[in-house]
T-cell receptor
Framework: QKEVEQNSGPLSVPEGAIASLNCTYSDRGSQSFFWYRQYSGKSPELIMFIYSNGDKEDGRFTAQLNKASQYVSLLIRDSQPSDSATYLCAVTSKVGRRALTFGSGTRLQVQP | NAGVTQTPKFQVLKTGQSMTLQCAQDMNHNSMYWYRQDPGMGLRLIYYSASEGTTDKGEVPNGYNVSRLNKREFSLRLESAAPSQTSVYFC???????????????FGPGTRLTVL
């Protein structure tokens, strides 16, 4: 079992719809959770972080964390073609609490 | 602020050659990291440095060495390159809060390495 699992996609949604990206993790001791966006050929950039159960909203993005079920999700409201990218979920690593373990990412395609 | 910079951007090596990837950050961050990214594999941690003067192995350290030269710079060395090391290499840095567990990481632009 991978430590951080994501559906590779592609997840295809029409422009203006809500995109829902999911991530599960295996280490119950993970404390910090991050969503990164990566455009093709570019480096990852942070979208959101969350470390308490519940929802955290930032503009069109909402991160949801459920530690009991060990999943974290990212909702993108009013999806735009510019949101088309790979979204990487990352959690605090077992190797060292300051390092991160990344999922393999979900590719999102927003259709105009 | 340049953020995190990496050199070179591209490199082609022959099997057995050595090279050093350079990384520098100007954000006064304590922690620095080296990842590799392969298709379908996500980012995998090679080595990290929690603070100046310390380095630790990550998930995939074999075939690599690192040096934390000072607070700004963290280099990754391939002593004898192998085709399996063909990948995109990212350097990242992060600040650490008083509790040591919050670590938003900022990434450099990456080095695309091909080993023939």
């Amino acid at each position: 079992q991978k430590e951080v699992e994501q559906n590779s996609g592609p997840l295809s949604v029409p422009e203006g719809a809500i995109a829902s990206l999911n991530c599960t993790y295996s280490d119950r001791g993970s404390q910090s959770f991050f969503w990164y966006r990566q455009y093709s050929g570019k480096s990852p950039e942070l979208i959101m972080f969350i470390y308490s159960n519940g929802d955290k909203e930032d503009g069109r993005f909402t991160a949801q964390l459920n530690k009991a079920s060990q999943y974290v999700s990212l909702l993108i409201r009013d999806s735009q073609p510019s949101d088309s990218a790979t979204y990487l979920c990352a959690v605090t690593s077992k190797v060292g609490r300051r390092a991160l373990t990344f999922g393999s990412g979900t590719r999102l395609q927003v259709q105009p | 602020n340049a953020g995190v910079t990496q050199t070179p951007k591209f490199q082609v090596l022959k099997t057995g050659q050595s090279m050093t990837l350079q990384c520098a950050q100007d954000m006064n961050h304590n922690s620095m990291y080296w990842y590799r990214q392969d298709p379908g594999m996500g980012l995998r941690l090679i080595y990290y440095s929690a603070s100046e003067g310390t380095t630790d192995k990550g998930e995939v350290p074999n075939g690599y060495n690192v040096s934390r030269l000072n607070k700004r710079e963290f280099s990754l060395r391939l002593e004898s390159a192998a085709p399996s090391q063909t990948s995109v290499y990212f350097c990242a840095s992060s600040a650490v809060n008083a509790y040591g567990s919050y670590n938003e990481q900022f990434f450099g632009p990456g080095t695309r390495l091909t080993v023939l």
